[in-house]
């Protein structure tokens, strides 16, 4: 195993039938409480099961540390990017939404991709989960 998937000192107890562990409750109100530490004995093969959905393939590397876009300093970084690459307003976002990035290239997002003459329309708009119907919203 190239990276860690659960540290060692939160194995809690192991035996013939099972693992004890130890994690931390995400739902609790104050994270760093004593009562947002928990621990969940798991049957053995359930408990590596787990533990291999962690495991990155042979050839994979994990980079959720490393580049432009890890972690606390993303945001810097791309002003940083931004401010290099001459953009007027480095602060903002470059890209808002796809409709802004396509006209910015000089592409009609409303003309077909693939024969270049007709048009698209919309058939269908997905909403988001935020956003329920107000007929849903009222529902519930």
């Known amino acids: 195993m190239s990276s860690i998937t659960i540290a060692n000192h939160r194995?809690?107890?192991?035996?013939?039938?099972?693992?004890?562990?130890?994690?931390?409750?995400?739902?609790?109100?104050?994270?760093?409480s004593p009562e947002a530490e928990k621990r969940m004995r798991l049957?053995?093969?359930e408990f590596l099961r787990r533990l291999l959905q962690h495991v990155l393939p042979p050839g994979f590397h994990q980079i959720r540390y490393y580049g432009l876009l890890a972690g606390g300093r993303r945001k810097d970084n791309l002003v940083?990017?931004?401010?290099?690459?001459?953009?007027?307003?480095?602060?903002?976002?470059?890209i808002a939404d796809m409709d802004a990035f396509l006209a910015k290239q000089g592409i009609d997002p409303g003309l077909c991709p693939v024969c270049g003459q007709g048009r698209l329309r919309n058939v269908f708009q997905f909403l988001s989960f935020h956003d329920p119907p107000a007929e849903y919203a009222a529902a519930a």
């Open 11 to 32: 194995l809690v107890a192991v035996d013939d039938d099972s693992v004890t562990f130890s994690y931390r409750d995400n739902r609790c109100k104050d994270p760093d």
């Open 43 to 45: 049957p053995g093969a």
């Open 80 to 94: 940083r990017c931004r401010v290099l690459l001459g953009l007027d307003h480095p602060e903002t976002p470059y």
